[in-house]
């Protein structure tokens, strides 16, 4: 029987500021015992949670922080669909049972693995494990779907990431607002995606997140110094 780490449904969104704590292949921080260090400072100076890639690094957070909240996902690729964050059942099973608080899914309309439909992974995720789940969606279309569907928690995180937004750059500052008068009171709203300075994390706040997810410009050592080498030629 898989171990279940969070309380029971439903599971406060805590406002403020979660961290992505990531790393691409082939970076040398792409260890668990690095991903876990990042996280733990990142908790210990004010973060409210975390969100993590790969069992493996969840588990390794999860020792290091018990107490964390952690948001999971598991990213995999598959040749029949361009859903790579936790595509499917063993995906969301892993995470799961690696000790995440939440189980992150892409929510988007597009065609899953093995043509999986995504209410059929929910109500597995739900019946099977209790789980607690995040949409990362692409429009508000695709929020206001996933909060019917039963999705506890829905974030901007794959806005003008998927062939439909290819064009729009994040954040998604247009889907907030909407989103935020649409959606249930309890389901909770992140935004992620393109978040760059503190201001545009205060600004995210103030137009209807209840909580804000920011990576690369936090976490992302490999990608920011690259940028800066770029930029001095």
Request: hydrophobic share 45%; proline share 7%.
């Amino acid at each position: 029987m898989l171990p279940s780490f969070p309380p029971e449904r439903p599971l406060a969104l805590p406002r403020g500021l979660i961290v992505s704590v990531q790393a691409p292949e082939g970076s040398p921080l792409r260890d668990p015992e690095v991903i876990a260090a990042m996280a733990e400072a990142s908790l210990r100076n004010g973060a409210r949670g975390v969100r993590l890639e790969s069992p493996e690094h969840i588990a390794a957070v999860r020792r290091r922080c018990p107490e964390a909240l952690i948001i999971g996902l598991w990213k995999r690729s598959f040749p029949d669909s361009a859903v790579y964050i936790t595509p499917g059942w063993e995906e969301v099973r892993a995470v799961w049972g690696a000790g995440a608080d939440v189980v992150a899914i892409d929510a988007t309309e597009r065609l899953r693995p093995g043509a999986v439909a995504l209410e059929e992974l929910i109500t597995r995720a739900r019946e099977e494990l209790g789980a607690v789940l995040m949409a990362d969606v692409d429009s508000i279309a695709n929020g206001l779907r996933a909060a019917q569907l039963g999705f506890d928690w829905v974030g901007t995180t794959l806005y003008g990431y998927t062939e439909t937004t290819a064009q729009q750059i994040p954040p998604g500052w247009d889907l907030l607002g909407p989103l935020r008068q649409e959606l249930p009171v309890s389901v909770g709203l992140i935004c992620e995606g393109g978040i760059a300075s503190a201001e545009q994390a205060r600004r995210a706040l103030q137009e209807g997140a209840d909580a804000v997810v920011v990576g690369t410009a936090i976490t992302g050592i490999d990608l920011q110094v690259a940028a800066y080498c770029r930029a001095l030629g």
